[in-house]
């Protein structure tokens, strides 16, 4: 079956440190990989996407996403962490057949 | 660019109604998906229209349906109503089959 895992329901950090939210799939073939954020009583909103290339992916307000293909996993980082990062990170694999499966998010706490 | 936008915000309903919901695709994109997100269960798939027809569907009963008008706006309709079904319904939509989803802000069905 194809699966998204988001393993941490909550990421926590303090403001300037590095941060990291983890995903690993499981999905036959070349996976198109994507990371979007949810700001609170909003919808979801493009961060970047991987479909081939560079495993290093970079995308929108600093963030970057690293594609290991042995692992299985696209994890989302970025260098120095805002406050306002603060938001739920959600983790989606396109599988072919139209379908985009999410995973079941990320909440990342950025403290002052 | 106008966005994607979806109404009503908020919908208050009671066990057995009926509830619609509406969504406007931003303007080009000819896909329309449905997700429905529940408390803690991450973003679940519903509904994808293209060209005016329903081309896939996620694990949902038959009392949850919609169509897709000629100028590719979309309803999505929840019959009999069940407390289960509070949740917050995103719409999406985009240009390229499976890439990049644009995502409304949402509507947020609570069922009493």
């Known amino acids: 079956a194809q699966s998204v895992a988001q393993p941490e329901d909550q990421v926590n950090v303090a403001e300037g440190n590095p941060l990291t939210v983890k995903c690993t799939y499981s999905?036959?073939?070349?996976?198109?990989l994507f990371w979007y954020v949810q700001y609170p009583n909003r919808g979801l909103q493009f961060l970047l996407k991987y479909i081939t290339g560079d495993n290093l992916v970079k995308g929108s307000y600093g963030f970057e996403a690293e594609f290991n293909k042995s692992q299985t996993s696209f994890h989302l980082k970025k260098p120095s962490a805002l406050v306002s990062d603060s938001a739920l990170y959600f983790c989606?694999?396109?599988?072919?057949?139209?379908?985009?499966?999410f995973g079941a998010g990320t909440r990342l706490f950025v403290k002052a | 660019e106008a966005g994607v936008t979806q109404s009503p915000t908020h919908l208050i309903k009671t066990r057995g109604q009926q509830a619609t919901l509406r969504c406007s695709p931003i303007s080009g994109h000819t896909s329309v998906y449905w997700y429905q997100q529940a408390l803690g269960l991450g973003l679940q798939f519903l509904l994808w229209y293209d060209e005016g027809e329903e081309r896939n569907r996620g694990n949902f009963p038959p009392r949850f349906s919609g169509r897709q008008f000629p100028n590719y706006s979309s309803e999505l309709n929840v019959n009999a109503l069940e407390l289960e079904d509070s949740a917050l319904y995103l719409c999406?939509?985009?240009?390229?089959?499976?890439?990049?989803?644009?995502f409304g802000s949402g509507t947020q069905l609570s069922v009493l």
């Open positions: 999406a939509s985009s240009s390229l089959k499976g890439e990049k989803l644009f």
């Open positions: 989606a694999v396109y599988t072919g057949g139209f379908k985009t499966i």
């Open positions: 999905v036959s073939g070349n996976p198109y």
